[in-house]
């Protein structure tokens, strides 16, 4: 146990802080640092760790979760200011360096202001309540007198006296830092930012005028550039290579053999040639005339139409149970009619717009990172086991990303840039090209999903059989991984929320034979399209409305109790964020009614579709129209969307979330495929990877935010599960056409 | 020696003349606005003006830059009205396309004052953005184009 030192926050913020500012560093109380608690009582309160106040009034606030379009940056700053009582136009905004003492930084599953709402919430409130006692105490009156009802002041009421933050700074700093019992938290009428749309994205602006930096464009004196030259195949190793032609290139300046990695990948490099250069050009260049002979390895022989043929059949047969109420056997061997269905997606990529890039410079026995990572402790994991030294002498600047979507969460364009500054003692800028991005992903896995219902005379199943069969993410960390794990399972298979009597959730073995990583939204994509789609195909069996017939499927409001199945609830407590139907069944009914549904005529090829799905603790309906023309192609004229999402911090940000949702979903809905053959992945670039351009996208996507008090759930992702089910289930009511795999671009609707 | 001009200030460059123009501006001229996103004008995330017209930098080689007037996102005035636009609706999420979109919208508005919702799908369907920013794209160049009517 430390404490935690002026001079390491005067690091961190780089020369931020002056002389005198409000920082409590020195005044900490030793505790525990939040990433290594487990259930234990929560750490005191740090506000020295997450803000400082200048004199001149301007307070820097710690943004410690990456900002990657989720609007993070604003998100929990904004929610520290609001309890503080700070204008956020006065407001600078640093980001962190990767270290366990902000507790949890790895930035995906939709998790940053689930779970620090309350910790910003009482940062804030501590550091007004040292504001209002400093002042107080200036003025010789109670500090119940005193308020902060005009931004960046403490005032008070009754003489009207008033003093700025910056003037209050120094002596607000030697108040004691208050306990938690004596905070007073706003009540959520009162808050000034919090779930209002009067505040703008704190990097707007330098998004606009082209000062936005992001990983690629980060330069370091005395660096060189790298292009790699990676295998084809995973695990393959470099047997030869020559260089000859490479080095001739104008700029060029070596060439570097990066080993391959020891199974299990993890993070680390794939391996590969090196071409060092003097600019990215020739970088580029130079790999392009590298002859490299490769040991391919065993997964050579890894093709994905016969890992769909292969995994279609092991759906077909029992699994591993995850989930088992009553007697699905007994119930189907009772029915008289029963529905089967077979469905199929194959691998993604999420290709970010900034591709993968990470300058290193490691020097002094330590590692000095800039990258555009979701996961800034996990470099300082990989780095320090691969360089042999400690993870706290990895220092990771976390940079803007140009779109994370889950690829930057796996760290191996780290480790790359990394090895290779280790070895030539110099700062090394990793560049990826688009095909890089593309070629060696850490993918979505394929999914071959089998369900199977016995309805009875109303339409409505007696007993449901769902299996599951894909690559799971746990081959990064276990190569000989057969089943996936809870956590992928949960996502939407484990907790399909209908009330049936026999109802059998199972999984499938599955070998993975290119690295598998999380795709936004993860195993929810398939899971949704396959239970959302299946439950459309038995509305219009039973000749019912589909949104009729799911909310009848609901049933009753409740909250589901998940006795006698494994359920990890995204890692939250039952209690806290219990699933609650009457949840789900409200977003249905708002996407329902804002569309339209069963109202507008629908002319010669249009249909709408809806589909519903509870991810990250959030509920989302979601209502897309489609017009199929004569030519079959599918156009997007409208989405309503619908979520409830619980408190919510920035309403214009987690709306546009979910308009990006959609259009997220609209790629891989319509287009989005990776297929891979003789171990090697076939596509390279936008051209065969293509994602939807303007004249594709949803002409316009309408998102409803249900007003709620109740804790903050996850919004960055729950918009994209239900997007390809409603879109399927459009074309459906649009042609009669029953897709059941994804992308739409392999199947002739007309 | 290749003379031009960028965003106003005269440049010479002595390199590589198959360089692409957009690694020029990103690592000579250290103009980091335009960027980088597949090297092939499929995604349009390094559109710059060549004399007022847009072209995608990564497929210009230097030798074909002549001596041409470059501008790029920073060469933009302060608050041209399509970034004025940009900043009221919101546009970006991550930002990183947003050079480029921006780039080319100003490029559209220049040969069409008051485009339709077809005019603005054609001009600007090179331009990706796989955070999914298109509908306040849009917006946000009719909102421009009203504002310079």
């Known amino acids: ?750 | 020696m290749i003379r031009f001009k960028v965003n106003g200030k005269e440049k010479t460059f002595g390199g590589d003349p198959d360089m692409p123009l957009l690694w020029y501006l990103r690592d000579v001229a250290e103009l980091t606005g335009t960027k980088f996103g597949c090297g092939m004008t499929l995604c349009g995330a390094c559109t710059v003006h060549q004399n007022g017209a847009a072209i995608r930098s990564c497929s210009t080689p230097m030798k074909e830059v002549g001596d041409a007037e470059i501008t790029t996102i920073e060469g933009i005035a302060p608050m041209h009205p399509v970034q004025k636009a940009w900043m009221e609706i919101r546009v970006p999420q991550c930002g990183y396309c947003q050079s480029g979109q921006i780039m080319q919208a100003i490029a559209l508005l220049k040969d069409n004052k008051n485009p339709s919702d077809q005019d603005i799908d054609t001009a600007m369907s090179g331009n990706l953005c796989r955070c999914g920013t298109y509908q306040r794209i849009r917006a946000a160049i009719h909102q421009a184009a009203g504002q310079t009517a």
């Open chain 1, 1 to 750: 146990m430390k404490l935690i030192e002026n001079v390491s926050r005067r690091d961190f913020l780089e020369g931020a802080l002056v002389t005198g500012a409000f920082v409590l560093g020195a005044r900490l109380i030793p505790g525990p640092l939040w990433a290594s608690e487990g259930e234990a009582a929560p750490a005191p309160l740090q506000p020295g760790l997450w803000m400082a106040i200048a004199p001149d009034g301007a307070v820097t606030i710690v943004a410690h979760r990456t900002e990657m379009g989720n609007g993070i940056r604003t998100s929990l700053p904004i929610v520290l200011a609001d309890e503080l009582g700070a204008d956020w136009t006065r407001v600078k905004v640093e980001q962190a360096l990767g270290d366990p003492k902000y507790g949890d930084q790895e930035t995906d599953t939709s998790h940053s202001v689930r779970d620090f709402f309350d910790v910003m919430r009482q940062t804030g409130a501590a550091g007004r309540l040292m504001l209002i006692r400093a002042a107080a105490a200036q003025w010789g009156v109670p500090p119940a007198e005193c308020d902060t009802s005009e931004p960046h002041f403490v005032l008070h009421r009754r003489s009207g006296r008033k003093a700025g933050f910056g003037e209050l700074a120094e002596s607000a700093a030697k108040q004691p830092v208050p306990s938690r019992e004596e905070l007073k938290l706003k009540l959520p009428s009162a808050w000034r930012y919090i779930g209002k749309d009067n505040h703008h994205l704190y990097d707007l602006p330098d998004m606009v005028n082209g000062k936005a930096r992001y990983g690629i464009d980060q330069t370091v004196a005395g660096m060189v550039y790298a292009a790699v030259e990676r295998p084809a195949v995973l695990g393959a190793s470099v047997k030869s290579h020559d260089d000859k032609e490479a080095l001739k290139v104008a700029g060029v300046k070596q060439t570097v053999v990066i080993d391959t990695f020891k199974p299990p990948h993890g993070h680390q490099p794939m391996g590969g040639v090196a071409v060092i250069a003097d600019n990215t050009w020739a970088a580029f260049q130079g790999r392009k005339k590298l002859q490299v002979e490769w040991d391919n390895g065993s997964h050579v022989g890894y093709n994905s139409e016969q890992f769909r043929k292969t995994a279609t059949e092991t759906a077909r047969k029992p699994g591993q149970v995850i989930r088992n109420i009553g007697d699905v056997e007994g119930a189907f061997a009772k029915s008289g009619k029963i529905l089967e269905a077979e469905y199929y997606t194959p691998h993604l990529a999420q290709a970010p717009m900034e591709p993968p890039v990470a300058v290193v410079d490691v020097r002094d026995g330590k590692a000095f990172c800039w990258a555009p990572t979701q996961d800034p402790q996990q470099v300082q994991k990989t780095l320090a086991d691969l360089l042999g030294i400690k993870p706290e002498d990895v220092v990771v600047h976390v940079t803007l990303l140009g779109g994370g979507f889950g690829r930057k969460s796996f760290q191996d364009f780290v480790a790359e840039a990394a090895v290779l500054s280790q070895k030539l003692q110099k700062p090394v800028k990793v560049v990826w090209s688009r095909e890089d991005d593309i070629r060696f992903g850490y993918y979505h896995p394929c999914a071959a999903m089998y369900l199977k219902a016995a309805v009875g005379p109303d339409g409505k199943p007696s007993a449901w059989l769902q299996r599951s069969v894909f690559q799971g993410s746990a081959s990064t960390s276990d190569a000989d991984v057969l089943y996936p794990g809870q956590d992928e399972m949960d996502d939407g298979w484990t907790d399909v929320p209908f009330n049936i009597p026999n109802h059998r959730a199972e999984s499938g073995q599955a070998r993975a034979n290119v690295r598998i990583g999380w795709l936004r939204s993860v195993t929810n994509v398939f899971h949704a399209f396959a239970v959302q789609s299946f439950t459309d195909e038995l509305a219009h069996a039973a000749k019912k409305d589909p949104i009729q017939y799911q909310l009848a499927l609901l049933g009753a409001d409740r909250k589901i109790d998940f006795a006698g199945t494994k359920y990890q609830n995204y890692g939250a407590s039952l209690d806290l964020y219990p699933y609650d139907t009457g949840r789900l069944r409200r977003v249905i009914e708002i996407a329902g009614e804002k569309s339209g549904w069963g109202k507008r005529p629908m002319g010669k090829g249009r249909g709408m579709g809806i589909a519903a799905h509870r991810s990250f603790l959030t509920y989302a309906a979601t209502v897309v129209e489609v017009e199929v023309d004569n030519r079959g192609q599918v156009h997007i004229p409208n989405v309503w969307s619908a979520a409830d999402a619980g408190t919510v911090v920035s309403p214009d940000n987690v709306r546009y979330q979910f308009v990006g949702a959609a259009v997220f979903g609209t790629s891989l809905a319509l287009f989005g495929e990776i297929t891979a053959n003789n171990g090697a992945v076939q596509q390279g670039n936008f051209n065969d990877y293509p994602i939807a351009r303007m004249n594709r996208a949803p002409r316009h996507v309408d998102v409803h935010i249900v007003e709620s008090e109740a804790p903050p759930a996850g919004v960055g992702e729950p918009g994209v599960p239900p997007f390809a089910p409603a879109l399927y289930n459009a074309v459906f009511a649009a042609t009669g056409k029953r897709v059941r795999e994804l992308p739409l671009s392999k199947t002739k609707l007309v």
